[in-house]
Structures are given as C-alpha cells and as structure tokens.
C-alpha cells in the first residue's frame, strides 16, 4: 500500500465527530489527573490546562455539528 492510498484511507475514517469524541476521550482523563497532581510540587497545572483544551475543542466540535432548532 502506498504512501499515498494510507493518507486516503485515513482521511477517509477519521471523520470530524470520531476526532472530537478521541480529544473528549483523552482530555477528560488527563485533566483529571493533571487536577490530582496540582497538590503535589511539579507540573500539574500545564496538564489541566492541555486536558481542559482537549475536552473542550471536543465538546466544541460536537457542538459544532448539532443542529439547533432556532432559525
């Protein structure tokens, strides 16, 4: 299979809700724990910022896409 074939198929399976439910999906959980290390000297805060950006562009995907019964 050629570079270009791969580059196809991919584009072709990942739609734009898959992509937002995949950034929901790991942005939840890491701002989780990124909010259990924020007690704790280190990096927490970088990691609740990076989970909360995830889930949010997510959600905002998701939302994107809904239709809303407003004209």
Do not use: I, K
């Not at 890491?30 to 290390?37: D, E």
């Amino acid at each position: 299979m050629s570079a270009t074939d791969l580059s196809a198929r991919v584009r072709s399976l990942l739609t734009e809700f898959r992509l937002a439910v995949a950034l929901m999906a790991c942005g939840a959980p890491t701002a989780l724990a990124g909010a259990a290390f924020l007690p704790l000297p280190g990096a927490g805060a970088p990691v609740v910022v990076v989970g909360l950006s995830c889930l949010v562009t997510g959600l905002v995907m998701l939302g994107e896409g809904a239709r809303s019964s407003c004209p």
